[in-house]
């Protein structure tokens, strides 16, 4: 019997205590391993630098709350700013609506405005322009630097029909919507407000908008949205009251000498549509509509701004900053920012765990085999009377502790990488955003010869003890 198929002999032996040890090794390596793809993949995910834009704009407030409820679509909105800015940013207009000099002039290529509030069946809804997809107003195809891309510089694309007009109530889905929904070409459905839970009694809008695209997967938060008209948010006869509230607030606040601020719209709660009395926008024979709500009592949450170059992305943040409605942020520093200030210490304390647990399966490997071999001392003794020598028995323990290590670590690998795959899953569900959990890091190859090596100084203890049986008491005994 050569030294291989006695270590097997050995572990066939003792295979729940085996198996047991190898469990260990392979949760502390899973650990270590799915942490690592995490930190890795998450950061590459998470805190991209390519948005199709370089500046998000919004309230004054938190620029974390911004980007994770304007780009990830999760997270409450944190308020709302003036439609004027947007009319200032995209129409490049000389003078703003105040009669001053438009700030903005020059320095934006494409803006596109963002309204949120509503939802359906758990998915939120966006209102936009067509803008977005690549379409005017008329609906022209857009020259290709007015063309708003995400990562990577597409465009968005669609699986079936086309962009909604920008005064109809019509809408696009995302691909994920379609599929959860069952929404397709031509369905309709109703708007509620906010994002009710499972007690709550939902408020759904009267309105009722018609599916005419399905958009192609961007494997982006989009993916799960609905798109509708930004006239139609303002359509809506609960953001239309709420709106005027709003303005009227504003306004006795900006005469008592207090700065103005911006709330979300109140609304009433009743559990199915029901059309008001007065309706917030008249029907035009062709079918589109407008709106009764002032221009200048307008609100949405947030723009999606491209700027002309890099120098005039850190001018316009600039403005905004100094200006007393709305801040200006990069989504890729915030987002960078964030995973450099709180992932490296999540990561840190779980791989500290992981180190925790592959010492103590060392620990568990150290007194498995002792008390293995203190129990075979009668059997060691007889072959050593055979002609094994006390390296050949050192070496046998000690092996047999790597081979526990090596095989723990090994299975761990491929088990840290289905919990990055279990966590990707839980992400695309999301946020329509997996981790690329396939990706082996040199690091998982460094970290596994340093659990051999741990379990083969585990093995060393009852390796010298098997080396220093005496063989003639045990044989006699």
Known sequence: MNLFELILKQMRQ??????????????????????????????SVFAQTDYGFDTLVGP???????????????????????????????????????????????????????????????????????QLFGVGDQGEALPADKVPTYGGGRAYTFAQGRAFAPNKFEAVIGPEVAKATGLTIGSTFHATHGLPGPNDVPDVHAETWTVVGILNETHTANDRVLFIPLITFYAIFEHESGLEQINQIQQQAGAAGSPPTA?????????????????AYTLNPDGTITVKLPKDQWEISAILVKSESAATSFQLSFILRNLPEAIGVSPANVMETFFDTFMPKIAMLMLVISTLVTVVAAVSILVSIYNSVAARNREIAIMRALGATKGRILAAVCLEAGLIGLAGGVIGILMGHAFAWAGSIFLQRLLSTGLPWWHFASGELLYLPVVIAVSLLAGLVPALKAYKTPVAENLVG
Not at 14 to 43: D, P, Y
Request: charged fraction near 20%; charge should be positive; include cysteine.
């Open 60 to 130: 004054k407030g938190s620029p974390l709350q911004l980007v994770l409820n304007t780009i990830f679509h999760i997270d409450a909105s944190p308020g709302n700013i003036p439609y004027r800015l947007y009319e200032d940013m995209a129409t490049q207009r000389p003078t703003s609506a105040d009669g001053k000099p438009n700030p903005f002039r020059g320095l934006v290529k494409w803006a596109v405005p963002m309204a949120v509030g509503d939802s359906y069946q758990g998915r939120r809804i966006v209102a936009t322009t067509p």
């Open 14 to 43: 003792r295979m729940l205590s085996t198996v047991l040890t190898c469990l260990s090794i392979l949760l502390g390596m899973a650990l270590a391993t799915s942490v690592g793809i995490v930190s890795r993949e998450g950061k």
């Open 263 to 279: 709330s979300a719209p109140a609304t009433k709660t009743p559990a199915a549509p029901e059309e008001p009395e007065e309706k």
